[in-house]
């Protein structure tokens, strides 16, 4: 578990860290989380009011939790074991979302017609690379 409650960070970057295995992070300061390619990742959990940015491309993992109030832009590509029983969100502020190479259904992200939320433009379809 990661808590940067105190850290000034606004960014983080850990692209192909091959020993992750279990990501936890609390964060109300962080604005953009990257992490990609690490390949034996199978379970990512993110609870922050601040994060605007996440990208979790090319990873393998079957467990996403979030709870980012403030997510705008989520990069999911080529995660290719996840899919709906694997993930948990919440995330009023998202806009953007890249499920291209899971087996994410786009209706799991949708939001109901009458809550006064906006359209989150979805982009789906392609395969991953089975790595």
Not at 92 to 98: F, I, K, T, V, Y
Request: with cysteine; charged share 25%.
């Amino acid at each position: 578990v990661w808590r940067m409650g105190d850290f000034s960070l606004r960014s983080v970057n850990l692209d192909v860290c091959e020993g992750l295995r279990s990501v936890k992070f609390e964060c109300d300061r962080l604005d953009v989380l990257q992490i990609s390619m690490c390949v034996n990742l199978d379970k990512f959990t993110f609870t922050g009011s601040s994060l605007t940015v996440l990208n979790l491309s090319m990873l393998p993992m079957e467990e996403l939790k979030l709870s980012a109030p403030s997510l705008e832009a989520l990069n999911l590509n080529g995660c290719f074991r996840l899919n709906d029983s694997g993930v948990e969100y919440t995330c009023p502020a998202l806009e953007s979302l890249d499920i291209c190479g899971t087996e994410i259904n786009p209706k799991h992200f949708r939001r109901g017609r009458g809550d006064g939320a906006k359209k989150i433009d979805i982009l789906i379809g392609g395969s991953a690379l089975d790595w």
